[in-house]
């Protein structure tokens, strides 16, 4: 089971692909088959990942009438292409999967951790209250069912995982540039890793693992000048359950060199913009503040200058 939620990600990426490009379900199809490949090349269920895609799109007409319907003062469109998708393959689960196979419960927490790791700030909140009005017009089937799954962990019990990240900044030909990496969901974001997750740099300070983090996803060389703030959000590992992320991030300066995106799920793209147009960009909320904090530091720093 724990690679079913891998996969319901991988669906929810391609459904998201199809919606922006506007695909068939052939060409749908063949973006799942890519992105199976790439990001979910051993761990992946494909015959149950093909079952929700062409479901789901088979089917998107009369979903898209349940939305409505349930979220009335949202039209279609301007629900977020990611948040969209996601109710897609949560509503196919919760109306036509069979229930011995995916309860109620199930379909309804899984959209709420697709929503909560690839939307924004609100979007579990937003999918939670969508599916479960319809939860509720069903009857709420499996309401008194007792659950086999452990009890939840009480979020100061969680195990925690350290990470570091860093607005990476350089200075060419007079402009400052910041280097960003873009996710499968379309939002520019930072470049950030695990910190001391291998025995032999399990020692290793945050500072270290940032430096060693961006050298490996961006290839730069980066120099840490200052703290910039940090963060805390509760993922969920199918293998090993919730667990507290808690993320530092730094101002950091680098060469202007060509960057190298690391060959890894989740990301797509990596470059250079001057500062001022990457404040322009689509960014998570939790990560604009950060940005726009860096971006003012160097700016009092030009001036200084």
């Known amino acids: 089971m724990a690679n079913r939620h891998l996969s319901r990600s991988v669906v929810v990426q391609t459904l998201f692909e199809w919606d922006i490009r506007q695909l068939s379900l052939d060409g749908a199809k063949g973006a799942l088959a ?52 996601v109710l897609r393959l949560g509503l196919f689960e ?10 109620a419960k199930v379909a309804i927490n899984e959209a709420i951790e697709l929503a909560k790791s690839f939307g924004g700030e609100n979007s579990g909140r937003f999918v939670n209250g969508v599916l479960g009005a319809v939860y509720k017009e069903l009857g709420e089937p499996g309401k008194d069912e007792v659950s086999k799954k452990k009890k939840e962990v009480p979020y100061e019990q969680m195990p925690v995982q350290k990470l570091g990240g860093a607005v990476v900044y350089c200075q ?60 805390e959000y509760v993922a ?42 990457a404040l322009e960009l689509n960014f998570y909320e939790d990560m604009l503040p950060l940005i726009q904090k860096a971006a003012e530091k160097l700016k009092k720093e030009k001036v200084k200058k």
């Not at 919760?94 to 309860?103: E, I, N």
């Not at 359950?241 to 690391?262: I, Q």
Request: net charge negative; aromatic share 8%; glycine share 10%.
């Open 34 to 85: 890519r992105n199976a490949g790439e990001f979910a090349p051993a761990a992946g269920d494909l015959p149950f990942m093909e079952e929700l895609l062409a479901g789901t799109i088979g089917r998107h007409k009369d979903l898209d009438l349940v939305i409505a319907k349930a979220a009335p003062e949202w039209p279609l469109e301007r629900i977020a292409p990611v948040d969209r998708n």
């Open 94 to 103: 919760l109306l036509f999967s069979d229930r011995t196979k995916v309860p």
């Open 236 to 277: 969920s590992d199918p293998n090993t359950g919730k667990k507290r992320k808690h993320v530092t991030y730094f101002l950091a300066e680098s060469p202007f060199a060509e960057v190298v995106l690391e060959k890894k799920g989740g990301l797509d793209d990596a470059r250079w913009f001057r500062m001022q147009d």
């Open 172 to 231: 060419q030909g007079g402009d400052v540039y910041l280097a960003l990496v873009h996710d499968i969901f379309g939002h520019w974001t930072l470049s950030k890793g695990k910190i001391g997750d291998a025995p032999e740099i399990a020692n290793e300070s945050v500072e270290e693992g940032t430096v060693r983090e961006i050298k490996e996803e961006l290839g730069l060389d980066i120099k840490i000048i200052e703290k910039l703030g940090e963060n």
